[in-house]
């Protein structure tokens, strides 16, 4: 949420520009673990967050 909103977007702005629902949005903003990861990753992408890397 402090990306989305410092960069003055909405949750519409957000949920409409990537077609995805606001509750859907919501629930990445509060790290709900049930949303699809492909979702997660178009939403860091269009507020440009960087991808942390996984070490397994």
């Not at 949920?15 to 673990?33: A, M």
């Amino acid at each position: 949420m402090a990306k989305r909103t410092g960069m003055k977007l909405s949750l519409v702005d957000v949920s409409t520009r990537l077609s995805i629902s606001k509750p859907t949005l919501i629930k990445i903003e509060k790290g709900y673990v049930n949303v699809k990861l492909v979702t997660v990753l178009r939403v860091m992408e269009f507020l440009s967050l960087r991808q942390m890397r996984l070490r397994i």
